[in-house]
């Protein structure tokens, strides 16, 4: 059974800094794409971030470009995003999931069940 469960989510100051955790099971996490996503409050879910198999690939969406570093272990099934400069347009909740193409990923979608996400709100 696929398990994605995130954290590390929580409120912070504009410019602020957190870094979201993502812990896989029930799938072969070195055989996929993982990415990030967000939603926020009436919006759609949009893609964050992709990284490829073996880490070498790293693909960010235009408005987290520069602040956010995606990265992955893939001995211990579990992916990161190190989020700096963080923005009040960054509130949302975060998820993670994994596609079997980056196409798939940066259309927003994943091929796993999603999990609960974690909720990070950026806010003076």
């Known amino acids: 059974q696929v398990h994605l469960v995130e954290s590390g989510g929580g409120l912070v100051q504009p410019g602020g800094s957190l870094t979201l955790s993502c812990a896989a099971s029930?799938?072969?996490?070195?055989?996929?794409?993982m990415g990030w996503f967000r939603q926020a409050p009436g919006k759609e879910r949009e893609f964050v971030a992709a990284i490829s198999w073996g880490g070498a690939g790293k693909y960010y969406a235009r408005s987290v470009k520069g602040r956010f570093t995606i990265s992955r272990d893939n001995a211990n099934n579990t992916e990161f995003l190190q989020m700096n400069s963080l923005k009040p347009e960054d509130t949302a909740v975060y998820y993670c999931n994994a596609a079997r193409t980056l196409n798939t990923a940066r259309q927003g979608m994943g091929d796993m069940t999603w999990g609960q996400g974690t909720q990070v709100t950026v806010s003076s």
């Open positions: 029930g799938f072969t996490f070195s055989d996929y794409y």
